[in-house]
């Protein structure tokens, strides 16, 4: 069966083809700047094989419905092949940012089901608008097809009350639903899902703490192969040190801003969310750069080093502490893939917790599941790579197979 996952952005849809047969990618691609004078969009057949070839165009974008038209034009384009008619497309699997209470898992997105989805909509207006958007141009363009949602907020539905609640008024709770939701569900449960078979033990029956560090960042607390505990919140902004988001913060520094700085809330909320985080420390945000200018002496880039890695562990300790047994930590995104000093820097000093990283193996890149850390180690250390449309994809054909 071909699934395509299709991620609708406020600006931009990001899509993929898969062929579920053999899980291979015959077709990815991005399409930006939907709406502005020039919008771009770029698609890669065949990604990382012989038969690799790229598409990108550069020509005005109005409408996310334009956009969808172009996919299916590429995506049936005779010169690569990848569909002779769109008809081949079995089900398609939507990302979809926040499920509220409605969704704690993968759901087939029928009249009732987008329904629901609408009424998520407060909860985080900009993402989900977008993402019923992407839903509503999928059914169009292709009818007939079952479209699949799949939630970051739906692996986090199974945390209990005294995790998910914050101790603020229960009506603020009970009617505006003010609670502890999550994000990157879909990346932690397919790692956490990866890391159970290279260990060997059953997936509900692992304890595992998954650290995801992208641009945006989070860390889950996996029990018995279920999220019981993570580090976002009600929105993506709460728990570790991001690229341009603060993470954690005392709540009162918004009322002193708005006291004596006048700032109005959404000044604060785009301060806390797009100026903070590692950009906020050291004015850079992505990680290479940080380390480039350490290299060169810049002190500011070395305290935004220490102040995520530093609280990237407060974290794990703290899972460590709602677990009481870890059979393993798993690095994965961006940073937690890539970036060996972050991985070190996170882990230092937990040698008498039983966390032992094999320094020289962590030092190499690798592209595949690597254990990082050494024999002794009484919890395994793994950087397994994330791949959120594979995970969303075999989601929504499982789904689709019952
Ligand atoms: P997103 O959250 O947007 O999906 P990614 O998971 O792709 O982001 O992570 C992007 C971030 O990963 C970049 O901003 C950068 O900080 C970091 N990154 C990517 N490659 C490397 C690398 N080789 N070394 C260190 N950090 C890296």
């Given at each position: 069966m071909k699934a395509l996952v299709i991620n609708s952005g406020s600006s931009s849809l990001k899509f993929q083809l898969l062929d579920?047969?053999?899980?291979?990618?015959l077709a990815s691609g991005l399409v930006e700047r939907i709406g502005d004078a020039e919008g771009n969009i770029k698609c890669t057949f065949h990604p990382d094989t012989e038969k690799e070839s790229v598409v990108k165009k550069t020509l005005p974008i109005p409408t996310h419905t334009v956009a969808g038209q172009m996919v299916v034009d590429l995506l049936t384009d005779k010169e690569h092949g990848v569909l002779a008619d769109k008809s081949e497309v079995g089900v398609i699997g939507h990302r979809v940012v926040h499920g509220g209470e409605n969704f704690s898992k993968t759901t087939l997105l029928n009249d009732a089901a987008i329904a629901a989805l609408e009424d998520t909509v407060p909860l985080a207006p900009l993402h989900n608008t977008a993402n019923l958007d992407g839903i509503r141009i999928a059914q169009e363009l292709f009818p007939g097809v079952p479209q699949v949602g799949v939630f970051d907020t739906a692996f986090h539905q199974t945390l209990p009350p005294h995790a998910f609640r914050?101790?603020?008024?229960k009506d603020l709770y009970e009617k505006d639903r003010i609670r502890r939701y999550g994000f990157h569900g879909t990346s932690h449960k397919y790692v956490v899902g990866e890391c159970a078979k290279l260990c060997g033990i059953d997936v509900d029956k692992i304890n595992a703490i998954t650290v995801h560090l992208g641009n945006g960042g989070s860390i889950t607390a996996v029990e018995n192969g279920k999220s019981?505990?993570?580090?976002?919140?009600?929105?993506?902004?709460?728990?570790l040190v991001m690229g341009t988001r603060s993470g954690d913060i005392d709540p009162s520094v918004h009322a002193f801003l708005a006291r004596n700085h006048q700032m109005s809330c959404d000044e604060i909320d785009n301060m806390l969310n797009k100026e903070s985080g590692l950009k906020g420390l050291c004015g850079l945000n992505d990680m290479r750069d940080i380390h480039a200018a350490i290299e060169k002496g810049d002190k500011d880039a070395e305290l935004a080093l220490a102040v995520q890695t530093y609280r990237t562990k407060k974290y794990i300790g703290a899972y460590m502490a709602v677990l009481g047994r870890v059979d393993a930590i798993v690095f994965t995104a961006g940073i937690g893939e890539n970036d060996d000093i972050v991985r070190e820097m996170s882990l230092a000093g937990l040698e008498n917790f039983g966390i032992i990283l094999d320094t020289k193996i962590n030092a190499q890149r690798v592209k595949t599941p690597t254990l990082l850390s050494t024999p002794e180690s009484k919890v395994q250390i793994w950087c397994i790579p994330t791949n959120e449309e594979l995970a969303i994809a075999r989601e929504a054909v499982a789904l689709v197979s019952k």
């Open positions: 579920m047969d053999n899980e291979s990618v914050y101790a603020i008024p019981v505990d993570t580090s976002m919140g009600f929105t993506p902004l709460q728990g």
